[in-house]
């Protein structure tokens, strides 16, 4: 890139073919080439695409091989990926970016087949790629008008493109499939499209003959296997109707589950979360069927399988995953639990290499606990546990999907967790207070220590004050806590408390009987460098939540290992454009630390310490032998206070030497130094293995839904229940003893 400009060639309407190592190749298709630089913005590449390809710049995504890497494809989907993608390839003069359909997802591997579909916002490996359009595999010259009708007008209506689509699926003699599977599906829609019911002579794994079932039709289909391969192909039709077919005024629909799932299939590819509902609705609409929700309910459970894979074969699936995940990234822990009684799926943990390795050798000793709940077809929940870097960013460590949190899988998480880091030093620990882990941590981590996460403790005040308290109350009360809990001396967090008991002598109680030794920095006696939420991973694994269903178990694990290889590389990518000695966060923090120390005053108090005084003429001690000042932030910070900055400069010091090592750029490269290496699933098995897991049963919850955590807005009060009858309080109209 000696011009500063890159050459990108977008390659559309071919497929991905996976060879033995797990290497993906492209081939077929259109290429065309865009100039790009460093200015160049994402919605200019994207319409450029659009219109070169002639496709809505909203039904296809962007894709790239990382350099020497043909098994990691990356999504650019903004102005940031354009500068990633220049900036992996600036040695190079051109890069080849692919032009991937939002819709089922097809791999080509020696021989054409149909893969299964797999949601995901990155492909990797072998995980299946649609491109623009996929030709069906077929000799006849009748598929040129599919292939024609792929590349039509997108904004077509989508009752006319589905039916248009469906009614050239079987277009005539010699037409050839890749299996009977394939073949099924195809007559299946044809079928839908033109309105008719057909009844099969023979329908198996060597031929399939079928007729119309309208009394005197002559439509007529038979199609069989060719020998030693899996193709078939059509031998006999005859494609002509008496019955209406075609016309409006045929045999018309049923709502059949397989007639559903089909239809369903089509929505489910371009919007996951579609509600059964949504799916009656759009059916409805377009061919005219009343459904029930059961019907479409049990139909959307056809075409996620369809789709997505069984979810009870799935868990068979976990050891065979757990295997891979051990062959391809060396020194990761997988470990697999079932129930005695039934051999029922209890949990399984994952903790990658490269997350132990960079926990181990750069992040600093405190880990953040959490769960999130997995809305799948089976009752599950994630377990997390999550470290910061260096730049304050959140690095996924480890993480469990178990059938339920309770005592007895949080012990067995934290010991797996204790087992795969194998640290010596004291950890610190931040959880929510509620969830009732502190016996388990400190029976697993003797030496460790336990901070409440604030904004939970925040909530369960709120939820705990008695009485009526306005909003603006609630705040004041919130923002007093937040400053009692972050104030480094004891001097200030009393001056809060005092606050808060001025206007709340309840909330005051509440919070001191609430062991503030567990959050409040000037009483915690651990390291945690004033990180006091629990939920910060969040952040990394937001995209649960975006899901009305998500897929199976075993894909939801590795599609959190794909996003965990994306994660390392990317921060590892940027850290070595770094100039500075710390982290671009500390970088901040320092300078305005260095900016306040230009208005102190410094003197030499007896011994090695200083005495630094403010322009309000509040005195402060520095020792810089020990790194400490008596306000306190510098030990709880890990980098010097204004007031150490003050004498470090005094004293003619650099201020790096005086920061953490945590905070280290060369430290925190290290933590992203292992790369999170693929695992491919050309072997998978589809549904069976030599252990047996059975998924978790199925939970039915009786009478209102029980919510393990309430979460509510900053500052907002539950209203007190009040009689409608006798104007007293704790009580409704219903439940008035007074007048009854």
Not at 229 to 241: A, E, G, P, S
Not at 354 to 362: M, P, R
Not at 411 to 416: A, D, G, R
Not at 672 to 692: A, F, M, R
Request: charged share 20%; with cysteine; aromatic share 10%.
């Amino acid at each position: 890139m000696a011009s500063g400009k890159l050459i990108v060639i977008c390659q559309s309407g071919g497929k991905f073919t996976a060879a033995s190592d797990g290497s993906l190749a492209y081939t077929g298709g259109d290429a065309h080439a865009i100039c790009v630089n460093r200015g160049y913005k994402f919605q200019e590449l994207k319409s450029e695409v659009a219109e070169m390809c002639n496709v809505d710049p909203n039904a296809f995504t962007i894709k790239y091989f990382l350099p020497d890497n043909m098994q990691t494809l990356i999504t650019v989907s903004g102005d940031k990926d354009i500068q990633r993608l220049i900036d992996f390839h600036e040695d190079r003069r051109t890069v080849d970016v692919f032009v991937v359909k939002n819709e089922s997802l097809q791999l080509s591997q020696n021989q054409p087949s149909v893969a299964p579909y797999c949601r995901s916002s990155d492909n990797t490996l072998d995980e299946p790629v649609t491109p623009i359009y996929v030709a069906p595999v077929s000799s006849a010259p009748a598929d040129v008008d599919h292939l024609n009708y792929a590349m039509t007008d997108v904004d077509e209506s989508g009752q006319q493109k589905l039916i248009k689509s469906w009614s050239k699926c079987i277009t005539g003699l010699h037409q050839q499939f890749n299996d009977v599977k394939e073949l099924r599906e195809a007559l299946r829609r044809y079928c839908i499209a033109l309105g008719f019911k057909c009844k099969f002579k023979h329908n198996d794994n060597a031929r399939v003959s079928a007729k119309c079932k309208a009394e005197g039709c002559p439509w007529r289909f038979h199609a069989s296997r060719l020998s030693t391969t899996q193709l078939f192909r059509i031998k006999t039709m005859n494609d002509t109707h008496t019955c209406g077919a075609g016309t409006g005024v045929g045999n018309g629909l049923k709502a059949s589950r397989k007639m559903v799932a089909t239809i369903a299939k089509e929505k489910l590819r371009d919007s996951p979360n579609f509600t059964p509902k949504e799916i009656a609705k759009q059916i409805q609409q377009e061919f005219g069927i009343e459904l029930q929700y059961s019907q479409a309910w049990r139909g959307m459970e056809s075409a996620r399988q369809e789709l997505q894979g069984s979810y009870k074969d799935a868990y068979n699936q976990l050891p065979w995953l757990c295997k891979r995940i051990l062959e391809t990234n060396p020194g990761s822990v997988a470990t697999l639990i079932t129930r005695e009684e039934d051999q029922s799926f209890q949990g399984l943990f994952v903790a990658l290499h490269a997350s132990i390795y960079g926990f181990q050798n750069g992040c600093r000793p405190l880990i953040l606990l959490d769960t999130i709940t997995l809305k799948t077809k089976y009752h599950s929940e994630l377990l997390t546990a999550t470290a910061l870097d260096g730049n304050d960013g959140v690095f996924p460590l480890a993480y469990a999907v178990v059938d339920t949190v309770n005592g007895d899988n949080w012990q067995w998480f934290l010991e797996q967790l204790k087992s795969a880091i194998s640290v010596s030093q004291p950890i610190t620990f931040v959880v929510d207070r509620e969830m009732g882990l502190r016996h388990f941590i400190s029976m697993v981590f003797e030496d460790s220590y336990q901070s409440f996460s604030l904004p939970h403790l925040s909530d369960e005040l709120k939820m705990g004050l008695k009485g009526p308290h306005t909003e603006e109350v609630a705040r004041a009360i919130v923002a007093h806590l937040y400053d009692a809990a972050l104030s480094t001396t004891t001097d200030g967090f009393g001056k809060s408390m005092d606050c808060i008991k001025s206007i709340s002598p309840e909330a005051f109680d509440w919070l001191m009987q609430n062991e503030p030794q567990h959050w409040a920095n000037s009483l915690f006696r651990g390291s945690r460098f004033d990180h006091v939420a629990s939920d910060a991973g969040q952040s990394f694994y937001s995209w649960l939540n975006e899901h009305s269903v998500l897929p199976p178990v075993v894909k939801v694990i590795d599609i959190i290992r794909q996003k965990l290889m994306e994660l390392i590389y990317t921060r590892k990518v940027d850290s070595d454009k770094w100039l500075t000695r710390m982290t671009p966060s500390l970088e901040e923090k320092l300078q305005r630390e260095i900016q306040k120390a230009e208005s102190l005053k410094i003197a030499m108090s007896p011994g090695t310490g200083f005495e630094v005084q403010d322009f309000l003429g509040v005195v402060s001690y520095v020792n810089i032998d020990t790194w400490s000042c008596s306000c306190m932030a510098w030990q709880v910070h890990g980098f010097p206070c204004s007031h150490g900055v003050a004498v470090l400069q005094h004293c003619d010091r650099n201020v790096y030497d005086y920061c953490s090592r945590y905070y280290a750029t060369e430290l925190y490269r290290l933590v992203y130094s292992k790369p999170i290496n693929p695992v491919p699933t050309t072997d998978k098995p589809l549904g069976t293995s030599e252990i047996q897991v059975h998924p978790p049963a199925l939970r039915r919850h009786s009478g209102p839904t029980k919510q393990r955590r309430m979460r509510y807005k900053k500052g907002v009060i539950k209203r007190p229940l009040h009689c409608s009858k006798c104007k007293g309080a704790g009580h409704n109209r219903a439940t008035c003893h007074v007048y009854s």
